[in-house]
């Protein structure tokens, strides 16, 4: 209890700082510009142009939204797209190294970016026929 009661009395501080920052319009960024840290996110109130924190649901973090710059998603910790690796749509998939490595990038969903994502222990990733999917052997 001794803990978290020392983590708020530190971070306190930074999100009444972030707060009192001005902003304008609908726009929401992550707290510090980081991805996949923060459980909450800094909200602009275009009334009274000041950020307020809001919180994301249970289990998930604060990403920028690759669809949408200068706003803001919640998702759950390691998701988030893979920065270089173009963005994406459905269920589709490519391998990171065809035949050499089980490695691969699955499309997901709600941020429209690949994620990083690996073939059971001792399986090489392969591309499927139609260059939409992998499968693992």
């Given at each position: ?90 269920n589709t998939a ?42 693992c052997n």
């Amino acid at each position: 209890m001794v803990r978290i009661t020392a983590a708020l009395l530190i971070l306190a501080p930074i999100f009444a700082m972030a707060n009192q920052q001005g902003c304008s319009g609908n726009g929401s960024v992550c707290p510090g510009n980081q991805n996949g840290v923060s459980s909450t996110y800094l909200q602009c109130d275009a009334r009274t142009q000041q950020y307020v924190t809001m919180s994301c649901a249970a289990g998930q973090v604060c990403y920028a939204n690759p669809n949408s710059p200068g706003t803001v998603m919640c998702g759950l910790p390691g998701t988030g797209g893979v920065p270089g690796s173009g963005s994406c749509t459905g269920n589709t998939a490519k391998c990171s190294a065809p035949g050499q490595t089980g490695a691969y990038l699955q499309c997901e969903n709600w941020s429209g970016q690949y994620v990083n994502a690996q073939c059971p222990t001792g399986l090489k990733c392969y591309n499927n026929a139609s260059g939409t999917g992998v499968y693992c052997n």
